[in-house]
C-alpha cells in the first residue's frame, strides 16, 4: 500500500492508495477515475460500482484503475473522500462567512448550507443511502463528524456566545450528530429535502445551541 494521497478535487482529506500517482498525468487520470465513478453511482447505482464498469467509463485499461484503486471497497473509501473534503471546506467557508458577517440566524444559515450541500451531493447520497460503505469509511466518517463538529466550536466562537472548553466541544459534537442525522432522514424522503424535517431541525438545534450558549452568560 502507498502513502496517503491527495484527493483530487480539493480539500484536506487523504485516501490510502495502492501507488501514489506522482506525474501530472497520472494524477489527471485518477481524478478522471473517480469522477466516471461518482457518475456511475448517480446513473446506474451501488450495484453497477464495479472495477470494470469504472474502468470502462473512464475509458482507461482495468490494469490501469488497479494501479491506484484495486477493489470496489477501495473505489468506495476514495469517493467518500472526495465527499468528506468537500463538506468540510464547506464548513471552512461558513467559519470565514462568521467572521465576516453578522448572522441573526446562524442555525438557519447552518442548516441551510448543510441541505444545499445534499441537495448537489447527489454522489454522496447515492453512496450514504446505498448501504455499501465500508468499515475504512465509517471510520473516516466519524472523524469527519468531529471536524465539522469543530467548525460548529469555531463558529460559536467567532459569535462570541461561548467560551472554549471541553464542554463545548462535546455539544458540538452532540449538534452536528444531529444535524447529520435529519438531514439524511430529509433527503431519504424527498431528493430535495422534506421541508418539514428541515424545519424541525432548525427548530430544535436553535434550541439545544441557544441552551448551550446559556450555560456561558454570566449571572
Same mark, same amino acid.
Given at each position: ?12 482529506w ?14 489527471a ?14 446513473d446506474?447505482?451501488?450495484?453497477a ?10 475509458q482507461?485499461?482495468v ?5 491506484y484503486?484495486?477493489? &470496489? ?5 476514495? /469517493? +467518500? @473522500?472526495?465527499?468528506? %473534503? ?5 464548513? $471552512? ?23 444545499a ?39 460559536l ?12 466541544? &462535546? ?5 452536528? /450528530? +444531529? @444535524?447529520?442525522?435529519? %438531514? ?5 424522503? $424527498? ?5 418539514g ?23
Amino acid at each position: 500500500m502507498g502513502d496517503p494521497a491527495p484527493q483530487p478535487g480539493g480539500g484536506t482529506w487523504h485516501v490510502q492508495l495502492r501507488r501514489t500517482p506522482q506525474q501530472a498525468r497520472s494524477k489527471a487520470r485518477l481524478a478522471r477515475v473517480l469522477q466516471a465513478a461518482e457518475r456511475v453511482l448517480v446513473d446506474e447505482g451501488v450495484q453497477a460500482l464495479t472495477t470494470t464498469r469504472i474502468a470502462a467509463e473512464a475509458q482507461v485499461s482495468v490494469g490501469s484503475l488497479y494501479q491506484y484503486l484495486p477493489d &470496489r471497497d477501495a473505489i468506495i473509501d476514495a /469517493l +467518500a @473522500a472526495r465527499y468528506f %473534503a468537500r463538506l468540510e471546506d464547506a464548513m $471552512d467557508d461558513l467559519v470565514r462567512a462568521a467572521t465576516a458577517e453578522q448572522w441573526d440566524d446562524p442555525v438557519g444559515v447552518l442548516i441551510d448550507a448543510y441541505a444545499a450541500i445534499y441537495r448537489t451531493e447527489h454522489g454522496f447520497r447515492a453512496l450514504w443511502f446505498g448501504s455499501i460503505l465500508t468499515e475504512q469509511t465509517r471510520a473516516a466518517d466519524r472523524e469527519h463528524k468531529r471536524r465539522m463538529a469543530d467548525g460548529i466550536r469555531r463558529i460559536l466562537l467567532v459569535l462570541g456566545v461561548a467560551q472554549d472548553d471541553e464542554a463545548l466541544g &462535546r455539544a458540538c459534537h452532540a449538534a452536528i /450528530l +444531529a @444535524a447529520d442525522a435529519l %438531514a439524511q432522514e430529509a433527503f431519504r424522503r $424527498d431528493p430535495e429535502g422534506d421541508a418539514g424535517v428541515l424545519d424541525e431541525a432548525r427548530l430544535m438545534l436553535r434550541g439545544y445551541l441557544t441552551g448551550v450558549a446559556a450555560r456561558y452568560e454570566g449571572p
